[in-house]
């Protein structure tokens, strides 16, 4: 068995690739735009994979309406993991802002996307499953490495800074190596893959300053934070039954000052 994931930079992609061992080969930017049909058949012919893992995703969730950025956006997120799903098992990552709340919703909820990048999930998501591929939800990702709220967090906390995080929406937060692992089981169909444990970022960000003991954390309103694109309040997914943020935390904790010589 060969999977191929795309988007093998990002913060899942990093995740699949380093859980997955053998059976994992991951394509990244150096490998070209996957919104290209010559790009996707090149990738085809190189690897012949038996199944796909499409991670690749414009995730600028406030940009994605945008007037310059628009076209190149659907590419990636509606066009192109459907254009997958025609040549070869694909398994594509959906997110919990095809919902607009109260949650939890099941794997059967209908979709009502708030915002551009919510209903380009959507869409991507009918795409996917009319071209017989699957569809993975999931919400709150958080792990180490790279520009994430994780990873950004711990790095402000350490330096004594103090962040502000939205104390009023609900979020399931999961691990990226759990999710991971949760992904390469390849279920058939809409599924969902979240944390069981439900939090505010608030919440979690007091946590990762506990742990690191430096820095201070200061609730804020979402309506307070400025942001282009709306977001639902409660868009929590279930069966929720990844491992909870509490434990993850520690981990991620871990991680990075492992990564950063702590
Ligand atoms: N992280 C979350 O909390 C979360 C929550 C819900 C759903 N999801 C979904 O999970 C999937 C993976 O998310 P992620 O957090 O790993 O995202 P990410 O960290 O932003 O990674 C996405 C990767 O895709 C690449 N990419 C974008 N456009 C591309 C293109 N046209 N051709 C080739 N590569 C391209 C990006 O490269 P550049 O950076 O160079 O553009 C980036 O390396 C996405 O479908 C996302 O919608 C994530």
Known sequence: MRILVTGADGLVGRALVARGGGTVVGAGRDEGDLAEMAVRERLLDKYRPDAVIFCAAFTA????????????????????????????????????????????????ARPAPLGAYAEQKAEGE?????????????GWVYGPG??????????RLSRGETVRAIADVVVQPTLSTHLADSLLALPVGVSHHIGRDDASWFGFALAVQARVGQGCVI??????????APRP?????????????????????SLERRARGL
């Open 219 to 228: 609730a804020a309103r979402l309506s307070e934070m400025g942001l282009a």
């Open 233 to 253: 309040r409660d868009a929590r997914l279930a069966p929720a039954t990844l491992p909870g943020w509490p434990a993850g935390v520690e981990e991620l904790v």
């Open 146 to 155: 790279g520009r994430t709220f994780g990873s950004t967090l711990f790095e």
């Open 61 to 108: 969730v406030d940009r994605a309406g945008d007037a310059d950025v628009v076209t190149r956006a659907r590419r990636i997120n509606v066009d192109a993991p459907g254009a997958f799903a025609r040549r070869v098992p694909t398994w594509w990552l959906s997110s919990n802002f095809v919902f607009d709340g109260p949650g939890p919703h099941g794997p059967g």
């Open 126 to 138: 009918a795409a996917v499953l009319a071209a017989g591929g699957n569809v993975c939800r999931v």
